[in-house]
């Protein structure tokens, strides 16, 4: 499993932060930052939710 942000739709808003706090973290440079690519099954359903609550729908999960 592949964390996929497209960044030019990403607004950093956060809330794939508050879904998923180990994969991804809106740091104070207002940017989102990936801290696991390729989180392990433990993750999964936070990843999905965090996919399915992107109000942009910038986050998508790869192979």
């Known amino acids: 499993m592949k964390v996929i942000v ?3 739709l ?3 808003n956060a809330v794939c932060m508050g879904l ?3 994969i ?3 740091r104070d440079d207002g940017y989102l930052y990936i ?3 390729n989180p392990g099954p433990e ?3 936070s990843l999905r939710e ?3 609550g992107c109000p942009t729908g910038a ?3 790869g192979e």
Do not use: G, K, R
Request: aromatic fraction near 8%.
């Open 24 to 26: 991804f973290e809106v």
């Open 20 to 22: 998923a706090p180990e």
């Open 35 to 37: 801290l696991q690519e």
């Open 59 to 61: 986050i998508s999960i």
């Open 50 to 52: 965090a996919v399915n």
């Open 6 to 8: 497209d960044f030019d």
């Open 10 to 12: 990403c607004a950093s």
């Open 43 to 45: 993750l999964e359903a």
